[in-house]
């Protein structure tokens, strides 16, 4: 039940080292966790939102608004491959 949590716990050195993916909670659905990710919106066009990704060390664009996404990495070891991510725009911090 705590899977996506715990697949994610184990890369915490490198989450921590970057602080640039927030991951601000989990979300629950059908026995899964879905971690919750902080997404600023994009800055190159007036739509959609992004988030560094730290396994795959580059921006993952998505469209707009939030919620549940698969996930965009292109690091197949990346703990967000299997089952995606829950995306949230954090209106405070729109760069
Ligand atoms: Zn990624």
Do not use: Q
């Amino acid at each position: 039940m705590k899977n996506g949590e715990n697949k994610i716990s184990s890369w915490s050195y490198s989450l921590k080292e970057s602080k640039k993916t927030k991951i601000i909670g989990y979300e629950k659905y059908e026995n899964k966790l879905f971690p919750i990710i902080e997404c600023s919106k994009r800055e190159d066009i007036d739509f959609g939102l992004k988030f560094y990704c730290v396994f795959c060390k580059r921006y993952h664009l998505h469209g707009e608004g939030d919620g549940h996404r698969a996930a965009h990495c292109i690091n197949d070891k990346s703990p967000f491959m299997e089952d995606g991510y829950v995306l949230k725009l954090n209106e405070n911090n729109k760069k």
